[in-house]
């Protein structure tokens, strides 16, 4: 049985995980070897893999989908920090509000509220 997939984003500088992993979406670092930098929190979550051949509306595949619950209060941090946001704020037809974001590394995150 499977019982976690953890997600390893190579990186030269550490560091810039802080602040957008860490201050804006608000994850705890959960642990820190100096080589490696992990960030989580307690919430139960369900054990996932999704493959796509397109991000859904014709956008390019997200490397990671995020489900949030303060959807605008983040949008507004992420804008304020200056992110790149790729795709605005969208309600979509499969009854998620999501938007794009590329994070300090330019990998495409897709931040998501289920309606």
Same mark, same amino acid.
């Given at each position: 049985m499977i019982k976690r997939i953890v997600a390893n984003i190579k990186t030269d500088d550490l560091s #810039? @995980? +802080?602040?957008?992993? #860490? +201050?804006? =979406? /608000? =994850? +705890? $670092?959960?642990? +820190?070897?100096?080589? $490696? #930098?992990?960030? /989580?929190?307690? &919430?139960? @979550? #369900? %054990?996932? %893999?999704?493959? @796509?051949?397109?991000? /859904?509306? /014709?956008? &390019?595949v997200p490397l990671l989908s995020i489900e949030v619950d303060h959807m605008d209060e983040l949008y507004e941090k992420i804008q304020q920090a200056g992110f790149e946001i790729t795709y605005g704020i969208t309600d979509e037809e499969w009854g998620v509000r999501r938007f794009f974001v590329k994070d300090p590394f330019g990998n495409l995150i897709n931040i998501l509220e289920h309606q």
């Open positions: #810039k @995980a +802080d602040l957008f992993y #860490k +201050d804006i =979406l /608000g =994850l +705890d $670092i959960l642990m +820190d070897h100096g080589w $490696i #930098k992990t960030f /989580g929190n307690n &919430e139960e @979550a #369900k %054990v996932q %893999v999704s493959f @796509a051949t397109q991000g /859904g509306n /014709g956008t &390019e």
